[in-house]
């Protein structure tokens, strides 16, 4: 069974219900950093997303 990378952003900002989950690392990356930059206007790098909000399930 491949595994995933999940971002649940109501994990984080519990009026956010957002949630990403793919087994492509990268396409998880750019969608979690599209959402974060345009719903919450955060910009975050890969790897603060790898290690801040992606979780592999």
């Given at each position: 069974m491949a595994q995933a990378h999940k971002l649940?952003?109501?994990?984080?900002?519990?009026?956010?219900?957002?949630?990403?989950?793919?087994?492509?690392?990268?396409?998880?990356?750019?969608?979690?950093?599209?959402?974060?930059?345009?719903?919450?206007?955060?910009?975050?790098?890969?790897?603060?997303?790898?290690?801040?909000?992606?979780?592999?399930?």
């Amino acid at each position: 069974m491949a595994q995933a990378h999940k971002l649940d952003c109501e994990a984080a900002a519990a009026d956010c219900r957002f949630i990403i989950q793919s087994e492509d690392e990268a396409e998880a990356i750019e969608l979690a950093k599209r959402h974060m930059r345009d719903v919450h206007g955060q910009d975050y790098t890969a790897e603060e997303l790898r290690s801040k909000h992606l979780k592999i399930v």
